[in-house]
């Protein structure tokens, strides 16, 4: 069974450009859920959907957006991109609350 | 409000001893709690989870323990290894509104040879 896919693997920007990011979860995982890791900050929730709905949203700014589709991949958004937004963003899918989430191998996004 | 907390940011052991990471929680809807392993510019790696209705769960040489009345949760590995050098997540989440994973800021554990 493959496991969580995300593209790209890693991302230059500009300051001020914005920027797309990808993720395919496992198969039959209808739950996708996105975090920001940056250093001495743990994993920072971002949004989580399930069956191409928003369950969950974390305390981020609207620049930062998501959506998921009918084949359950999902997608993140960030517009208008700061330096501060530079960080891993990793993507998890879950097939049922309270069951372990399985991870990608995250997309390294840098904002210069 | 960090609602997980992993509150010493590194601990060292000699191979072959227990290493012992501890976690604290806050939120009484928790009732499923999880650890996984990081190593850098990787994705986490589940480990081994526990529910709320019991009180320790093993696998291999993980073993989590959960003290509900003290919100607090911890992981023993047994022996361990170089090869056990990462960072260590504790997450937790619950039902409703608190179904999403929470993590704590994570601590890097150095396993010496």
């Known amino acids: 069974k493959a496991g969580v896919t995300q593209t790209p693997r890693y991302l230059i920007k500009t300051r001020g450009q914005q920027v797309t990011l990808s993720c395919s979860p496992i198969s039959g995982h209808r739950s996708v859920s996105w975090y920001q890791q940056t250093p001495g900050q743990g994993l920072q929730f971002l949004f989580e959907?399930?069956?191409?709905?928003?369950?969950n949203k974390g305390n981020f700014p609207g620049r930062f957006s998501g959506r998921q589709f009918s084949n359950s991949r999902s997608e993140m958004n960030v517009s208008t991109l700061e330096l501060g937004d530079s960080a891993l963003y990793l993507c998890a899918s879950r097939g049922q609350i309270n069951t372990e989430a399985f991870f990608g191998q995250g997309t390294r996004l840098t904002v210069v | 409000d960090q609602q997980v907390k992993q509150n010493s940011p590194s601990l060292s052991v000699q191979e072959g001893r227990i290493s012992i990471l501890n976690c604290d929680y806050t939120?009484?809807?928790?009732?499923?709690f999880l650890w996984y392993k990081k190593y850098p510019a990787e994705g986490p790696t589940f480990l081994i989870s526990?529910?709320?209705?019991?009180d320790k769960n093993e696998d291999g040489r993980f073993t989590v323990f959960l003290n509900k009345s003290a919100k607090h949760l911890s992981l023993h590995i047994v022996p361990s290894q170089p090869g056990d050098s990462a960072v260590y997540f504790c997450a937790a989440s619950g039902g409703g509104a608190n179904s999403k994973l929470t993590f704590g800021k994570g601590i890097t554990l150095s396993v010496r040879p």
């Open positions: 526990i529910s709320s209705i019991k």
């Open positions: 959907y399930f069956s191409e709905t928003q369950r």
């Open positions: 939120n009484s809807m928790f009732d499923y």
